[in-house]
């Protein structure tokens, strides 16, 4: 098995400030209160993900699953630790992030699809092909800001699957869609992966991506601690879930 994107021993910390303002400062320090806490996202994780795999993360919100994505797709980087990724990556991580609001879908599709490493010719060859997988040929020539964000994530999604993209990284997006819109995204994500490149999802939808996944990685306070098919690591993230609503109710006394 050819390694896609090896991840070794990450960390990845932030820091949460309390205090806003000079006045909110004095308070705390007056107090002998902290001004910020260290919070670690990341704590030491290595995953090796093959050439091909499907591979699903999970986990509680705030487990750090989309700060690992951010992570193998660059736009971060991490305090510990090192990631390396082979081949071109394309992600849906922050939906229409690379989409300008003043600019039409036309001129997005350009510009969103040179920034995600496609030539001109290569754009050119596929514009059809995106605005007919968008639906939104009427409203091309319209700002993006005037689309719903229906409009704007099929757009984005769109100009994204078609970059062919040896590493796909897709965060969230098809909670965003409506029925038929996800039901053709879910239908690209199966052929993206019969070509065979890599594809890793994070999505709350357990049942769906026990469907599309071949590997379930499931994330706690920023560590993963499972690593195996997708059904198990899904019925952890139940087991979670029970827990934290569990917790939940007994704060309030239910
Ligand atoms: N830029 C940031 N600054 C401060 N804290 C951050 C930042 N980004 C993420 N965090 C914190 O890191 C933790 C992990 O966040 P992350 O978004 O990776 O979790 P997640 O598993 O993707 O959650 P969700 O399912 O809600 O998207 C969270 O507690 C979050 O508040």
Known sequence: MIPSIVIDSVSKHFTLRHAHSFKEMSVRAFRGQRLSDRFTALDHVSLTLHQGETVALMGLNGSGKSTLLKLMSG??????????????????????AGLHPE????????????????????????FDAIVDFSGIERFLDDQVKFYSSGMFMRLAFSIAAHTEPDVFLIDEVLAVGDPPFREKCLERIRELRGEGRTMVIVAHDIQMLVGLCDRGVTMRQGRVVYDGPTEEAGRLVREDRQARRAAAMGEIGG
Not at 85 to 94: C, F, H, N, S, Y
Not at 103 to 126: C, D, F, H, P, W
């Open 75 to 96: 736009v971060m980087q991490p305090d510990e630790g090192s990631v390396r990724v082979r081949g071109r990556i394309a992600g849906l991580i922050d939906v229409g």
């Open 103 to 126: 600019l039409t879908g036309r001129e997005n599709v350009y510009l969103n699809g040179a920034i995600l490493g496609m030539s001109r010719a290569e754009i050119q060859r596929k």
